[in-house]
């Protein structure tokens, strides 16, 4: 055999954002806002028997 | 005035990130037998016009002609199989947020929001070296491409 693949349940990602939101309203017709996004994400895939893993 | 609000999600199996893991790579198929062809002369026919790799009057893509009385095991290219505790995969969403106004015109908030997914779906090759025989052996170089990509772990071995 060539290739002998394991589809395993291997991996495990976190996703965590937080969002600052300023909103002025400076006339009748207008407003303006300002936003900051701080994100940050985790990819973890688990190295199960000591091979190499392919993520998909 | 303070104005709250929340949500939260639960997916299980359609995670954008997982995709159909059983279609992947092309024709692995779960237990499935993936025949490699190194001489196609034809895409549009690719196993049936090759007379070196495959008898004319089989019935394609089969090697040979079945008979009941000598049956034969076709040789695979690659075999894919699942693991006995492979879990359904999922994706949890919560999202929550505060808003609060101050005077009349100015409306600041604070948002958070979160994407937890599991038991996401990975391929194993169980044919490659494993990372503890390289290093142990010191003398063979970590493996830095796998199938044409780049192999992240290579530099983990080095590193360790």
Request: positive net charge.
């Amino acid at each position: 055999l060539k290739t002998v693949y394991v589809i395993e349940s291997g991996q495990t990602s976190n996703d965590n954002d937080l969002q600052v939101t300023l909103d002025q309203r400076m006339t009748k017709n207008i407003s303006r806002q300002g936003f900051y996004t701080w994100s940050k994400t985790i990819w973890i895939a688990y190295m199960a028997n000591n091979t190499f893993p392919e993520r998909i | 005035m303070v104005r709250p609000d929340f949500a939260v999600w639960l997916a299980s199996s359609s995670v954008p990130s997982a995709g159909n893991e059983w279609q992947y790579p092309s024709n692995n198929q779960t237990y499935a037998i993936r025949q490699q062809y190194n001489k196609v002369a034809s895409l549009a026919t690719p196993h049936a016009t090759d007379t070196s790799e495959v008898c004319r009057r089989c019935l394609a893509p089969y090697r040979y002609n079945f008979d009941p009385k000598n049956p034969r095991f076709t040789r695979p290219a690659g075999l894919v199989a699942m693991d006995a505790n492979y879990k359904r995969p999922s994706s949890y969403q919560v999202n929550f947020g505060v808003q609060q106004q101050f005077g009349r015109s100015t409306a600041p908030s604070l948002s958070y929001v979160g994407s937890l997914t599991r038991e996401l779906p990975l391929f194993f090759e169980h044919n490659y070296p494993s990372i503890t025989s390289v290093i142990q052996q010191q003398t063979l170089l970590p493996i830095l491409m796998i199938e044409g990509r780049f192999n992240p772990e290579a530099l983990r071995a080095i590193r360790l």
